[in-house]
């Protein structure tokens, strides 16, 4: 009786192994030993525009008259254009000079500072030390959540799979520009929530790795926005990443009234 | 002699700096400070090596003899120490001369750029500005 009990137990053991669901999780996932090598530190090249293929104007996201041009919709190329005139009289602050909320995706391919990116199996992390921000990436099998599932965050939900030494991921769930806390850069570039982005990343050679978006937004953009960020590994060995408290010595607070980012001199005080 | 030396380079100085400045601004923006450098000579008060932004606040003795307290903004700390600076780079009573990028108000407040130690000894983009 026994051992008939057992055989049994055996039996459904090796079908549930084989049923379609278990096979599918197993099958999406890439084993520890053929996934690349992105360890080390690493950091954005370039500036922190977004989108330097469509820059116009010279210098940095904070310099009056420097804009990109992404496929906007008249809406949100109005609405960019509000950004832009308050960033060139010096009123369109940062989000994050708030020290409150995490940067978001894709913004999170847009930072100084160094960078971690963690190959795992089941998972891929971006981690950064400016913010900090963390980025999930999951590559377990599973599938994206149906839209009703998802409620717009900063950095929505992830997705992907390897293909070689690609990894493709595609993101959903942003919350965009719904509550005017998430940005893409300094000059205002914002997306909807209903934006979808497909990124493919990999090693272009051993110190670069390069993230190519495809930026899907029926709300914002009028066809398909392709952005490529790319990241060069740091040489030295042994670096450390620390931590970063926004608020530890701030000293560029945002005037809520006026939007402008002030300065504190030695007493404490605005000095701008 | 004085003891502050706001040597504006007007003609041979005003450089294009927001290249210089980015890295000091990543947090916030950039407006309000000039674009001129100037040289300040004074006594270390504190560095304060933290986060988002490094200051260094600066005894500077103006003309007339009276001491200002002026800060001085730079980078992050985490990046600032890949690059070797340590909180122990600017000491408490250390004499030091200063290359900044000064508010365009006149407020003592300024970019970091570069500075020179008593011993010769830089710092930062001395050499570049």
Known sequence: MRIKTLTMLCGLSISLMFSPLSFAQEAAVTPFAQLPDWSGLWSMMGGTIFDRSTQTGSGGAIDHGVREHPPYTPEYEKIYMKHLALRDIDRYPDVITNCGVPVGFPRILNLPDAYEFVVRPDIFYIVTENGPNTMRVYTDGRKLPAKEDTWGTYTGVSVGHWEGDTLVWETIGLKGSRDNDSILDRTGLILSDQARITTRMRKVNENTLEARMVIEDPKALTKPWNVTKQFRKSKKPGLFMYDYGCAENQRNPVDSATGKTLILGADGKPVN | ?129
Request: charged share 15%; net charge positive.
């Open chain 2, 1 to 129: 002699m004085k003891s502050i030396h706001r040597v504006v380079f007007a003609a041979v100085a005003i450089t294009f700096a927001s290249i210089a400045i980015q890295p000091v601004l990543a947090h916030h923006s950039g407006a309000g400070f000039s674009r001129e450098t100037i040289q300040l000579s004074g006594t270390v008060k504190e560095f304060q090596f933290r986060n988002p932004h490094s200051w260094i606040q600066v005894n500077v003795p103006d003309p007339s003899g009276k001491t200002v307290e002026w800060s001085i903004e730079w980078g992050s700390p985490n990046q600032l120490g890949r690059e070797g600076i340590r909180p122990s780079s600017f000491t408490p009573g250390m004499s030091i001369t200063m290359k900044v990028h000064p508010m365009a108000n006149g407020s003592p407040v300024g970019g970091f750029v570069g500075a020179k130690m008593s011993d010769g000894k830089t710092i930062g983009k001395w050499d570049a500005e």
